[in-house]
């Protein structure tokens, strides 16, 4: 099962980590990008989910902006 899980790093950094139980613990985490607000998060969480976001892989910023 896929989960997201949004991790407060630092003041202003919420970084968005996508968690797949049924894989091994070396693949088992994936670096989606990070946002400056919650609120920014959350909202590409859900469109993430929905399938409405793509991901450029080398600088991990989505597209449509969440800001």
């Known amino acids: ?9 630092k003041r202003g950094c919420y ?3 996508l968690v797949d139980e049924s894989k ?3 693949g ?7 946002f400056k ?9 859900k469109a993430h989910q ?4 793509t991901i450029d892989p080398e ?3 989505p597209t ?3 800001e």
């Open 28 to 34: 088992r985490y994936e670096y989606l990008t990070n």
């Open 59 to 61: 600088t991990k910023v």
């Open 1 to 9: 099962m896929k989960e997201y899980r949004i991790d407060h790093v």
């Open 24 to 26: 091994t613990a070396s």
């Open 15 to 17: 970084n968005v980590i």
């Open 37 to 45: 607000n919650k609120r920014a998060a959350n909202a590409f969480v």
């Open 64 to 66: 449509p902006d969440f």
């Open 50 to 53: 929905r399938g409405e976001v």
